[in-house]
């Protein structure tokens, strides 16, 4: 795999894992019992998008690094899954 590749894979992984991660610890404006004016009461009251970022972190670093491993060591390849070519006829 090449440095480019593994950025952007990394970059995916890290993408999915942070839109999963997104919606815990979060409390609504109307739960927390003051509600900003022009904003609608669901709106998170405080984001803590910097504890949400650290989070997505680790566990994007550790999906990466097992898909990595997979990858690179060609533990399970194409062949395994029978992506490409004819299916196999007996």
Sequence with gaps: MST????????????????????????????????????PPSAPAHPRLARKALVTTVVAVVIFSAAYYVIEWEIITAEDLKVFGPPNRR
Aim: proline share 6%; net charge negative; charged share 10%.
């Design 4 to 39: 480019t590749s593994a950025i952007v894979f990394f970059a995916v992984i890290w993408a999915l894992v942070f839109y999963m991660v997104s919606p815990l610890w979060q409390r609504t404006q109307e739960e927390e019992g003051h509600v900003v004016p022009g904003t």
